[in-house]
């Protein structure tokens, strides 16, 4: 008679000691990695590019997001051997992404997981998927990683995703009847442009993470779980 | 000057309480889910289907799942209006997928979820990405969920991954060659048959899964993360 | 000025002897097969996997087989290099195949072919086909080979074949809608279970041939043309 | 326990009637076709175009085939509304494809099954599926139709129908080095430019045929079998 | 701050001197080609095939585009090794493409060039480019090259066009109702034919100019802009 | 006998007038466009979003642009509705598109166009196509802008192209190996950022032109040919 698989036995050890921004030790013990994901904490590309000095601006953004969020985005320190890109970078997300107009930041979250989704890229779906999860629900930050396809969602957010997803994967297909859907979902004129805004930028960003293979930090994996 | 983006608050709330077997209560307030991935937990697929009568020995089963696992996984529960259908699958899935010769645990897991990630199929990322988290780690999990070459695998399992996937999407391109390659990386003829026979088996389980809407028990979510 | 075509002449001596249950002889003159396919009937798969026991009920399976079709089919032999997984096999198709509601006996061959048709499995497409033109008629299995499309179909079949192969290429696509055309050309619950699971089940069978160059009994070919 | 499938009894009656060129009586009892694909005798193209007059030459070519095949190849009557396309066709094929200077016609047909194979042409594969069983055998037909990676076939050969597949299904990627590919397998720039031009053709008249539902003569299903 | 893009120079110099067929000189200073696309007037394709002998309608032929043109489309000389094939080439086009009924010279040319931008050909995209641009005008042939989606289209241009690239990238799911849009769109079932074969031609030469390298006479690219 | 294709008329009258930025006027005789592409030069994209207020620093930037290139860029126009936004995609662009490092202006101007192909954005195609051919030649240009492959180009160019087309095509299947191939073309860890960084931005802008249905100068079509 067959067994219960043990996949999920329920009380696995937790293997993962929660990782903090000041023990990036990537070697424990026989010379593996102190916890899952500790390489990732401190080689952020497989680029060797020697660091730039950050302006003060960007010092200043740096302390915050640390005092904020408790660490850096490692997609901000791969920029910083430029500080010229790094601040054209944070701007461009700040004008792009984040000054959305109706869009939530909920709504901003799921496109740029969804879409990170069909190019998966593992920098972008962990970062994403985690906002996701804290902005929503853990289920649902798992359904955009997954299937997005899988949410039951309002026909406002359905709607904004297909655009989302279709200009990612065949953007030579989008025409005016795809812009009228979103209408008709009640976004206007200036949303369309924030959700294909959003869309157009991780799809930027996947393939920039894609290509340096960069590595998310670890601390997204265990939060708002 | 551009705000640290907020998506992964240091402190955010835990918003998910823990399912349990005992209570699938499904509304909370104001006719919201009580907790995210609750509807998972009672609304099993999109099929209205008469439950069956289960024999003693699948009974026994049932019993020993919720005494390991702490609840009942949703597939079996899916299976479980013929009791002729869940007895086959158990068994099926006994000799076919468990019965591996010298494929770890941890790397059927792996293969279910690179295969079912491919697919994009909610439930089976969800219960086997659980799977590699557990028996691997959380940040091997989410890699095999998310983009399998992200991981930094040993040739053994990356030729066993590449196999199982393209398997999975160009099935009529598998040949002499790619066995071949298995065998460069260690495996016996009788590996190639369980990989082959373990990544068969979850582009069966996903296809299922898919066609009616199976829901992963939303307590998968937060485990082993 | 052209000649006519001469690819299918008139009076083509018949090239292929009946292959028999009984002389499974592959080397005819000059070290050339004895029939087209001979190789087929003796070497099954590419995997060396050494032959297992077959308990007293495989046994009489396997007699029953070579009673009623004059031969053991190839996928039977493939797996008895294990008797645990050769009954959980043969038990599963039953159970989750056969044992369909209200689809045809040629509803479930359709299937299997359409699915076989898309993963371009030598195998499946071969010994289901047939089961199409035994079961129904000559042209519609070769149109199941080759192209569903192309067949003259009711709606119900269409839409049950349409649902397959979706199912098939892009599962992770099929949702509520596609449900609901299922049940609008008159399959109940139950049968769109009956569909899910017949295609799931070839896309694993496919998968497994696939992986280990299946060969199908050469007998297959010339049967109900 | 499980019962033989049935799908290929030893002795299912023959279904279909010979089809002859002088009975393409559609109706049987019933208002139901006299026999599988019947109508494919009398209804070639989904279009309706007025017969056109065919030229001495033309007639003449129609009524050898007639002698030499038993039939008309429908692809003749589906040109025959313009003898000037007619004889244009008829031509270019002699040129373009039947005069190929090493090429054997087997692996004219070869090329043809496999190129239409790939775009699932009814017509172009049963016709041309008819012309590798007729010349070569008749389970190397089925391996060109269902998926010649299939087939065991000569250095030559694969490297033949390799070119003329990637040919088909992504063109643009075709360079140098796959040139250099058929010549290192022993074939001339000229041979090269014949496998091109005989998949090219192929190409084609998959399009042609599918663009109008052409249907192939009901005789060539059970011939060379 | 940011400099203007200097992409597009007012005042760029010609730097491409007017080709004419008298001065196929490939080689200009320090073994440069003498101007872009040099090369490509005297190196028709990478195959090297003994020129062959034409006839006298040929010659003829030849003599009468050279007038007309101001040189030989490089396509006919691509054919020129083989008299036969060549005659069979020039007519096949005639009677299949060119003698539609009532499709106009600029529509066949519209087709011509979205088939062969969906299947990346530079030989024919270049040459049916320019046809549009002639006949047509600039922005409309470069829209034709680009993604014809991008033209603003009457109902009819649009419905042949978008059949067109269907019949070209997936023609096995053409069917009944993609002829019956068609036929709305105000096509005759003669139209339709046009249409397929006009697109199926394309989807030959494309082929045979990829297969062989073909290169388009570089004064086609300087025309009609 | 057939005629020689009129495609290519020695003398086709040019049909379009030389826009210039005084003479925006859409409309000529009959309702039809003044010529070709003029709407493009009035109606920027789809969406209506009304005109924002542009900085000094943007109101000189326009200016600039106009002196130089003889019209204002229309991505330009269809940022401007939000001065933040249009001043943060023209750093960004300054700083991770035209900073980079060793890549020339041609080589950034053809990745773009190579990317903007696979693509099919009408906008970006003409824009950076026109690049190509001002500062590479015109052949050169349309090669990018049909299939790259068909250029003859030097080893590191085609290495910078491959790796641009993938990222854009498939960017999850970009690994270190991938890298290692732009390594021994001669590039280093930063020209990998860059060339990673150009390919991202045209995915972006790709993205949000056809989203909102850029459209662009129709001065472009003319320029460099």
């Known amino acids: 008679m067959a067994q219960p698989t043990k996949t999920a036995p329920k009380n ?3 293997k993962r000691p929660i990782p903090t921004k000041r023990s990036p030790v990537v070697n424990g013990e026989k010379g593996k990695p ?19 000095k950050l302006s003060p601006e ?3 953004y740096f302390k915050k997001c640390d005092e904020k969020l408790g660490f850096i985005p ?9 500080n010229g890109k790094l601040e054209a970078f944070v701007e461009y997300r700040q004008q792009l992404v984040q000054n959305a107009e109706t869009l939530s930041k909920l709504e901003i979250e799921m496109i740029a997981t ?8 593992f920098y972008c779906i962990t970062a ?11 289920v649902l930050g798992e359904m955009m990683v997954q299937n997005y396809r899988a949410a039951r969602l309002s026909k406002r957010q359905r709607a904004m995703l297909d655009f989302a997803v279709k200009l990612t994967i065949e953007p030579w297909k989008v025409e005016e009847e795809d812009r009228e859907t979103l209408r008709r979902a009640g976004f206007t004129d200036r949303d369309i442009w924030d959700i ?6 991780y799809n930027m960003t996947n393939r920039l993470a894609s290509a340096t293979d960069m590595r998310p930090n670890s601390v997204y994996h265990g939060q708002a779980r």
Do not use: I, W
């Open 196 to 201: 294909a805004s959003v869309a157009a930028f």
């Open 114 to 121: 969804a879409v990170s989704s069909q190019n998966r890229c």
């Open 128 to 138: 994403h998927g985690n906002g996701v999860r804290a902005l929503g629900d853990p």
């Open 12 to 14: 696995a050890p937790k």
């Open 58 to 60: 960007m010092e200043a």
């Open 74 to 82: 490692n997609v901000l320190k791969a920029f910083a051997f430029d």
């Open 34 to 52: 102190a916890y899952p994901g500790a390489e990732d904490d401190v080689k952020v590309t497989a680029l060797k590019l020697a660091p730039g």
